[in-house]
């Protein structure tokens, strides 16, 4: 855990040791965590499995259409 303090002090470096160690680094205020920092590329992934993980839901639940052709995908697509 990197205080405030040390990160005023050490700026990037500190968070930079930290991420090494543990694989994040988590940021305190007055002894509480308050902020959790993660390399982009777990960030990334941690999206990519709750989107996954989102849509085996709406599979499952029958949240889903088929789209049968390009034109239909392409409307689909504009609609987002």
Do not use: Q, T, W
């Not at 709406?58 to 390009?70: F, I, M, P, Q, R």
């Amino acid at each position: 855990m990197i205080s405030i303090l040390d990160l005023r002090k050490r700026g990037i470096k500190a968070i930079e040791e930290e991420i090494k160690k543990n694989k994040k680094a988590i940021i305190s205020h007055r002894g509480v965590a308050k902020y959790v920092m993660i390399p982009i590329e777990e960030f990334i992934d941690i999206e990519l499995e709750l989107a996954h993980k989102k849509v085996l839901e709406d599979y499952k639940k029958g949240k889903y259409e088929v789209l049968a052709s390009d034109e239909d995908i392409d409307k689909h697509i504009e609609s987002l």
